[in-house]
């Protein structure tokens, strides 16, 4: 499996930046080809030292990075990049990688 995980910094508007992201930015982003599972932050996103400076933290699942590459390259990937930049204008912190158990 291998995943996307999408950091998005403190909004100055953290309401204005949840009402985008339930009500539009989901519908949209579950559009993406290849998506297994759409997880996100609940509550306070933290630190063992304290606040973060996340506001929601998005974990998207694919079978590998393969499938990333190629449900971003679609039409729908672009859409719901298209859209982050609607409703943030600080750019998330995007992360992705290959999962193994051990």
């Known amino acids: ?4 995980v999408v950091l998005y910094k403190t909004p100055k508007d953290a309401a204005a ?5 339930f009500i ?5 982003a579950k ?5 297994r599972k759409y997880e996100i932050s609940q509550g306070p996103v933290g630190t063992p030292g304290g ?8 974990t ?4 590998d990075m393969a499938a990333i590459q190629k449900a971003f390259a679609s039409a729908e990937g ?5 859209d982050v930049q609607t ?16």
């Open 87 to 102: 409703f943030n204008p600080d750019p998330p912190v995007m992360l992705l990688f290959d999962t193994r158990e051990v």
């Open 60 to 63: 998207l699942h694919f079978d």
């Open 1 to 4: 499996m291998a995943r996307l």
């Open 24 to 28: 539009t930015h989901i519908p949209i």
């Open 17 to 21: 930046f949840d009402k985008h992201y």
């Open 51 to 58: 606040p973060s400076g996340f506001h929601l933290v998005a």
């Open 31 to 35: 559009q993406i080809p290849g998506l």
């Open 78 to 82: 672009q859409a719901a990049a298209a």
